[in-house]
């Protein structure tokens, strides 16, 4: 929309010409319409948003693992502390990936197994395929997310 009111060379912003460029997209652009998306991405989506948050928190916890093991501090509460954490969020993201993949099961077991079936492609990488093209259904996403 942007580009298109971009190369009508209009400067100003209001709602009525707001209005008037949209119609006016519509009318010459003709796009698809909007369909929201499938209940497998809902669901597959809210499962993969905690595991990606919980994942790079885990990361962090390791990097201070590490830093606190290269200070050379063996036995401390902290260690102890961040260890715990550490197992903690490896059980919680292996029991969010269980959820993630019964929903893949449930709506793309075909798709699923035919990924799985590529040398070096694993369940991990199979699922989050299908989760971010939208079950290879929307291939922009890969674009934007992959590069």
């Known amino acids: 929309m942007k580009r298109f009111i971009q190369m009508r060379l209009k400067t100003s912003k209001t709602d009525k010409l707001d209005a008037l460029m949209i119609r006016l997209y519509r009318e010459s652009e003709q796009p698809d319409l909007w369909n929201p998306p499938s209940k497998l ?3 597959a989506t809210e499962l ?3 595991i990606e948050i919980l994942v790079r928190h885990r990361a962090a916890l390791k990097n201070r693992l590490h830093a606190l093991k290269t200070k050379g501090i063996s036995r401390s509460i902290v260690l102890t502390s961040v260890r715990r954490q550490i197992r903690n969020l490896s059980d ?3 029991e969010f990936e269980l959820k993630l ?3 893949i099961k449930e709506y793309q077991p075909d798709l ?3 990924l799985c079936s590529i040398p070096g492609i694993g369940k991990r990488t ?3 395929l299908i989760v971010l ?3 290879f259904e929307n291939y922009r996403s890969v674009n934007v997310n992959l590069g």
């Open 101 to 103: 993949e019964a929903v």
């Open 126 to 128: 199979a699922i989050y």
């Open 92 to 94: 919680e993201i292996a």
């Open 133 to 135: 093209t939208h079950g």
């Open 48 to 50: 993969h948003k905690p």
């Open 41 to 43: 991405i809902v669901d």
């Open 112 to 114: 699923l197994t035919r």
